[in-house]
């Protein structure tokens, strides 16, 4: 696609349930990135892959989280058994490089809100 | 501490102004360095990237200080439309992002 696409763009969901976040990346992208954002900071790392090897998960808070972009396409970012502190805007950036050369393009984010 | 400390502002400045932003970081490994701009309810767009020579596009110069693990922004004769949050970025395998500095130009 002309762009990274998240879906879906709002998630309500109760505490205990679980969740999963989809990230589209540009066609032809082999590197995408998670990242967790809440208001008033900046983004932060949470895993990235290189074709559908996760080359780095260091940045997932707990075993909670977990990703996967089983045909180094499609990501899927799942939080099982959801806490109020998982809130935030989960944003997704993909590259077409493997070097930090190229530049990051971001999608516009899925807003997770747990009640 | 974090990695690449900004201060977060806000810098409040009248159209025409010249604003500086500072950024430090501390992961001497760091390769790249870049500013990514921010507008409210927005993704990170890549701005510029930053060379130890300088680089300046337009109105907006970066600098980078490898020795001092410092990272600069400046901008010259402030537009409204600049106003945004003006995010620092530090890369060794992944980019690190600082708190980012918002900045608000007035009339």
């Known amino acids: 696609g002309a762009g990274v696409s998240q879906s879906p763009r709002y998630k309500v969901t109760k505490r205990g349930q679980d969740v999963a976040l989809r990230c589209d990346p540009i066609?032809?992208?082999?590197?995408l990135y998670w990242y967790r954002q809440a208001l008033g900071q900046g983004p932060e790392f949470l895993t990235y892959?290189?074709?559908?090897?996760?080359?780095?998960k260091s940045g997932l808070p707990n075993d909670r989280f977990s990703a996967e972009r089983p045909e180094g396409s499609i990501s899927t970012l799942t939080i099982q058994r959801t806490e109020q502190r998982d809130s935030a805007m989960y944003r997704c950036?993909?590259?077409?490089?493997?070097?930090?050369?190229?530049?990051?393009?971001f999608g516009s984010g899925t807003r997770l809100t747990v009640v | 501490r974090k990695e690449v400390e900004q201060d977060p502002g806000p810098f409040n400045v009248p159209e025409g102004a010249t604003v500086a932003f500072n950024c430090t970081y501390s992961?001497?490994?760091?390769?790249?360095f870049f500013w990514y701009r921010q507008d409210c309810r927005k993704e990170p767009k890549l701005l510029m990237s930053?060379?130890?020579s300088g680089n300046e596009d337009g109105r907006f110069t970066a600098q980078l200080n490898r020795a001092s693990q410092y990272i600069s922004l400046l901008i010259r004769d402030s537009k409204l439309s600049d106003s945004a949050t003006y995010l620092c970025?530090?890369?060794?395998?992944?980019?690190?992002f600082g708190t980012g500095t918002r900045l608000q130009v007035f009339p």
């Open positions: 950036a993909s590259s077409r490089g493997t070097g930090n050369d190229y530049g990051y393009t």
């Open positions: 992961n001497s490994a760091s390769q790249s």
């Open positions: 930053v060379y130890s």
């Open positions: 970025v530090a890369s060794t395998d992944k980019l690190i």
């Open positions: 892959f290189n074709y559908e090897a996760q080359q780095d």
């Open positions: 066609s032809g992208h082999v590197s």
